[in-house]
């Protein structure tokens, strides 16, 4: 079965470090990726996504994801994190044919200390 | 814009009671999913529907029900509420089932069952 998976569960960081959460997935076909941001006491919002094409993807906030096939991987980025990314984060990706289902990996929680 | 509408927000359940999580997009999007949220876990599919009057189950299942009677609403129903269903859960939309539309999400129900 297709499965999503993130390295990091819990990750600390000061403002202005930079990031990179790992996300590896297991399907080996044409795949769409997401990642997903949840801030505090807030729904799921889409930070940026994948299907096609240039594989450094750029999305809301500063954050990018580059998707390397050989490495099954869709890592997320941003070179400088404010105490406002503070979040849990998550990557995804469709379930293989149109069904539309998204498989979620376990999630990142993002703590950024002022 | 209303987008994804959940209610309640909140709900305590005692062992055994049932009850309706209710969902509602205004977006006139095709396919909605319920998600459970757990720590470490990530989101977990429930049920989908595709369309109208078309249900199918995903990751999770057990001891729920989901029914589609029109484009709008996809109510979760628990039938005998168990500890184990104490979870966050969210109602999610997109305008097709293609592997590129995005998925929009409510604000989530957060339910206890004692």
């Known amino acids: 079965a297709q499965s999503v998976s993130q390295h990091n569960h819990h990750v600390i960081l000061s403002e202005a470090a930079s990031l990179e959460l790992g996300c590896n997935y297991s399907?080996?076909?044409?795949?769409?990726l997401f990642w997903y941001v949840q801030y505090p006491g807030q729904h799921l919002q889409l930070l940026l996504k994948?299907?096609?094409?240039?594989?450094l993807v750029k999305g809301i906030k500063g954050f990018e994801a580059e998707f390397i096939k050989s490495k099954f991987s869709f890592n997320l980025r941003k070179p400088s994190v404010q105490w406002s990314d503070t979040a849990e984060y998550f990557c995804?990706?469709?379930?293989?044919?149109?069904?539309?289902?998204?498989?979620f990996g376990q999630g990142t929680t993002l703590q950024v200390k002022p | 814009n209303a987008g994804v509408t959940q209610t309640p927000k909140f709900q305590v359940l005692k062992t055994g009671q049932s009850m309706t999580l209710q969902c509602a997009q205004d977006?006139?999007?095709?396919?909605m999913s319920w998600y459970r949220q757990d720590p470490g876990m990530g989101l977990r599919l429930i049920h989908y529907?595709?369309?109208?009057?078309?249900?199918d189950q995903g990751e999770v299942p057990n001891g729920y029900n989901v029914s589609r009677s029109t484009t709008e609403d996809f109510p979760l129903r628990l039938l005998s509420a168990a500890p184990s269903q104490t979870s966050v859960y969210f109602c999610?939309?997109?305008?097709?089932?293609?592997?590129?539309?995005?998925?929009?999400f409510g604000q989530g129900t957060r339910l206890t069952v004692v």
């Open positions: 999610a939309s997109s305008y097709s089932t293609s592997a590129h539309a995005e998925a929009f």
């Open positions: 399907y080996g076909g044409t795949v769409n």
């Open positions: 994948y299907f096609s094409g240039d594989p």
């Open positions: 995804a990706v469709n379930a293989p044919g149109n069904t539309g289902k998204l498989i």
């Open positions: 977006m006139n999007h095709e396919y």
């Open positions: 529907s595709v369309g109208a009057g078309i249900t």
